[in-house]
């Protein structure tokens, strides 16, 4: 139950965001459903493996190659359905429990979510960086072997 | 964009003024003024550098430059194109923050593709351009106040909140906008104006939650902190430094810490004061 509030509250966040950046009609569905997969993938690593880090990670992989290949059907850029979809994984949970320690002066705990913040941003590009690399090698290779093609056949 | 106008004009003028040899170049300098205010429109609503240099470049090797050197920082395009003529154009365009609005990449996206597919008249390409940065629809002030409040609802909701918090929280966000949309009207920094949001939000927050008992006030901060937080800025630099543009990259990047930062700052010292 606590899982579907939180998938629930995702898919608003995801909707309110696209209508914060300006994104109409279509694309706002997509970028709904994309909250509410980001928010799954991410429950069902952490419920899993209980590592934030791998989470984080997976999340982003998986709602990446979404937005890549929701981005080629909707024939619109890839920013643009990407950044709402990843609103609820941007860890403003974290920053905050850090800022409430440094005022308690619990240096423990502002380590601890400090150290938590960086996992969670770092695993966020990383996740970026793996399908946009993975994504360019195909788009590249597959217009290599076109050229090949082209060039076989005359 | 009345700036981009007003640079059209003076060239413009320039070419009714001169003779006909002038008229010629006057027609270069036309072009590269219109491919930079496709740029600056892309840059100002929250593109990538990677992607307003590709379609300028695409655009540029559509109307048959034989080359076109492009290089574009966050606030920044330097364009050089050399024509089948042999001629050479430079022109320089600083681009300041706007907005973000993500339609008006979609519809320069779909422009710079059918430019490529069919070069229009240069007359013709600046009215699509004009059109994408003055008609792109909005949602309007009051649709943003109605987004805010639900993002920052169902963010408390996700962080944990029962329902008066969330309540709460969709009536401080209301606060939260009108002070950026306040900042926006007086032209303050960003940097600043995140800073003096996060700040006021964190006392209004501290304020209600000590005459309601039944609230706390750790999720409504969380749920409208992330209306603050630079999710753009941190996607697209990510997505710069893994394209190649390391400098405007890196650039994003600490833009975005700085932001994350003055919220932390913000909200700090409000709490500092009531401690």
Known sequence: MEYFVQIMAAIFSAIGFSLLFNIHGRKMIITAVGGAITWGAYLIVFTQTDNVFLACFIATMVIMAFAEIMARIAKTPVIILLVPMLVPMVPGGDLYRMMINLVMDDSDQVRFFGYKLVMEVGAIAFGIIVISTAMQLILKMHAHIKETRKVSKV | ?275
């Open chain 2, 1 to 275: 964009m009345s700036t981009n106008t007003d640079t059209l004009d003076i060239i413009n003028n320039a070419s009714a003024a001169y003779g006909r040899e002038t008229l010629v170049n006057a027609d270069g300098d036309r072009m590269l003024a219109c491919f930079l205010d496709l740029g600056e429109l892309m840059l100002r609503a929250g593109a990538e550098v990677n992607r307003v240099e590709d379609t300028i470049r695409r655009i540029g090797h559509a109307y048959e430059c034989r080359r076109v050197e492009i290089f574009t920082i966050n606030n920044m395009i330097s364009l050089t194109v050399i024509t089948s003529d042999e001629k050479v154009y430079t022109q320089t365009r600083r681009v300041s923050v706007a907005a973000v609005d993500l339609e008006k990449v979609a519809r320069a996206n779909e422009l710079s593709r059918q430019i490529c597919k069919n070069p229009v008249p240069l007359d013709e390409l600046r009215d699509r351009i004009t059109d994408i940065a003055e008609n792109t629809r909005h949602y309007g002030k009051r649709m943003r106040y109605i987004a805010s409040i639900v993002s920052a609802t169902a963010f408390t909701v996700f962080f944990g909140g029962n329902w008066i918090e969330a309540l709460i929280s969709g009536a401080v966000s209301i606060i939260l906008v009108t002070c950026m949309l306040f900042s926006d009207r007086l032209k303050i920094r960003p940097i600043i104006a995140i800073l003096v949001s996060a700040f006021v939000m964190t006392v209004c927050v501290q304020g209600v939650t000590y005459f309601i008992d039944a609230a706390a006030m750790d999720s409504i901060i969380m749920g409208n902190i992330m209306l603050l937080i630079p999710g753009l800025a941190l996607t697209t630099s990510i997505r710069d430094v893994i394209t190649g543009d390391t400098v405007a990259g890196l650039m994003g990047i600490c833009d975005a810490l700085l932001k994350a930062f003055a919220i932390a700052v913000g909200c700090v010292s409000a709490m500092l004061i009531f401690r």
